[in-house]
């Protein structure tokens, strides 16, 4: 069967989104503790692309299913895992990418919504929340999406944060959403 398409980001009412988010129900990985089966001989890419074997997976209702299945460990790694296996998988930076923002209302009343590569909606907030990391390439911002997994997001993305941003009075520059403000510098 199908997945259904993808909803437009931004034709949707932040009602909407958290209708979504509510209706994607996640298997409880974290309450899975199989025994350790081996590599999956998966790697998610830096890009967000999901490798099998070293060969791109294609179907994106194949990536969408993985993803609902991806755990951190917390010894760092990455697994798959289901009720009766558990198998490793490599991740080049983060698991996820925040492809898509839908950014309403304004100041301390704004709300931001990603769309993930995956498909998945997330509201950044304290739940969720975003940090930007000091790299020689140069800002890396990360949303936490569940159980210690990241979205990195995607450079437009972040762009549309960082005029955001700097279109405030806040000092240090920095984005609000639900409530939260998250400063474009990390604390080092």
């Given at each position: 069967?199908?997945?259904?398409?993808?909803?437009?980001?931004?034709?949707?009412?932040?009602?909407?989104?958290?209708?979504?988010?509510?209706?994607?129900?996640?298997?409880?990985?974290?309450?899975?503790?199989?025994?350790?089966?081996?590599?999956?001989?998966?790697?998610?890419?830096?890009?967000?692309?999901?490798?099998?074997?070293?060969?791109?997976?294609?179907?994106?209702?194949?990536?969408?299913?993985?993803?609902?299945?991806?755990?951190?460990?917390?010894?760092?790694?990455?697994?798959?895992?289901?009720?009766?296996?558990?198998?490793?998988?490599?991740?080049?930076?983060?698991?996820?990418?925040?492809?898509?923002v839908k950014i309403e209302?304004?100041?301390?009343?704004?709300?931001?919504?990603?769309?993930?590569?995956?498909?998945?909606?997330?509201?950044?907030?304290?739940?969720?929340?975003?940090?930007?990391?000091?790299?020689?390439?140069?800002?890396?911002?990360?949303?936490?999406?569940?159980?210690?997994?990241?979205?990195?997001?995607?450079?437009?993305?972040?762009?549309?944060?960082?005029?955001l941003a700097?279109?405030?009075?806040?000092?240090?520059?920095?984005?609000?959403?639900?409530?939260?403000?998250?400063?474009?510098?990390?604390?080092?």
């Amino acid at each position: 069967m199908p997945m259904p398409p993808l909803p437009d980001l931004s034709s949707l009412s932040l009602a909407d989104i958290a209708r979504l988010a509510e209706e994607n129900r996640l298997p409880p990985v974290e309450r899975w503790n199989p025994t350790h089966c081996g590599d999956s001989e998966m790697r998610i890419a830096r890009d967000g692309t999901w490798f099998h074997q070293g060969s791109p997976i294609g179907r994106p209702a194949m990536v969408r299913l993985f993803s609902t299945i991806l755990r951190r460990e917390p010894d760092g790694g990455y697994v798959l895992v289901t009720p009766v296996e558990k198998l490793d998988i490599a991740v080049e930076d983060a698991p996820f990418q925040a492809v898509e923002v839908k950014i309403e209302g304004e100041g301390q009343g704004t709300t931001l919504a990603f769309r993930l590569n995956t498909g998945d909606i997330v509201t950044a907030g304290a739940e969720h929340p975003l940090r930007f990391e000091s790299t020689d390439e140069g800002p890396r911002p990360y949303l936490h999406v569940r159980g210690g997994l990241e979205a990195l997001v995607a450079r437009p993305v972040y762009y549309e944060l960082a005029t955001l941003a700097l279109a405030g009075d806040d000092q240090p520059p920095g984005i609000w959403s639900a409530g939260a403000f998250f400063p474009l510098e990390n604390k080092a």
